[in-house]
């Protein structure tokens, strides 16, 4: 181990002493700017009051009551912006306060999951060959292959007497490109 100060190994004649904070070595007449008297205090070991502290230590522990201060200066702000945001939440409304039913939850991702292969198609005329004109109207936007899973046609008709056409496909992706290229 060597001087802190002047970076001599502590082998020399002179003794050494340590920080009373950071224990980082010390000698105690040259590097440490202590007095006789002080050096005696310092080799008392025993329940003494003056403590040794390189310089360092020192400057930190003068930035001790700055660095409190701005503590405290935090705390008051995060008090004030917890005050507000408690002020500005949303109390829960009585439609969504009840625990989730994770039953309905699951029914409803699943019901979800089945629809992501559906592509609907509107004022398609009645011909009773939906499943033909599906395939046609895939491949005219270039989807080769297409294939389709299940076609029916649902719901009521719009003014023109026409039904929306379902048509499920057996690959989700199949169903995203369709309707990138239709939608763009």
């Known amino acids: ?12 004649t002179e ?3 340590s920080c009373d904070s950071c224990r980082r070595l010390i000698h ?8 006789s008297l002080e050096i005696r205090v310092i080799e008392l070991k025993g329940k003494r009051t ?13 930035q001790v009551p700055s660095i409190l201060s701005a503590i405290d200066q935090l705390k008051s702000e995060m008090r004030l912006l ?6 500005k939440s949303i109390p829960p409304t009585s439609n969504n306060t009840g625990p989730l039913n994770s039953d309905l939850l699951l029914a409803e991702l699943q019901d979800r999951q089945s629809q992501v292969n559906n592509i609907m198609v509107y004022n398609l005329p009645d011909q009773n060959q939906d499943h033909n004109d ?5 491949e005219s936007l270039d989807i080769p292959e297409p294939e ?15 039904k929306c056409l379902k048509v499920t496909l057996h690959k989700q992706e199949v169903a995203v490109r369709y309707r990138s290229k239709t939608q763009g």
Do not use: W, Y
């Not at 181990?1 to 020399?12: A, G, P, Q």
């Not at 599906?134 to 895939?138: C, D, M, V």
């Open 1 to 12: 181990m060597h001087c802190l100060k002047c970076k001599v190994d502590e082998v020399n």
């Open 15 to 17: 003794v050494i002493t």
């Open 28 to 35: 105690e007449l040259v590097c440490s700017s202590l007095n």
């Open 50 to 62: 003056l403590k040794l502290l390189c310089e360092d230590c020192q400057l930190g522990f003068l």
């Open 82 to 87: 917890r005050d507000e945001l408690n002020q």
């Open 134 to 138: 599906a395939i046609s109207l895939l």
């Open 148 to 162: 389709v899973k299940n076609v029916v046609r649902i719901g009521l008709p719009n003014k023109n007497g026409r």
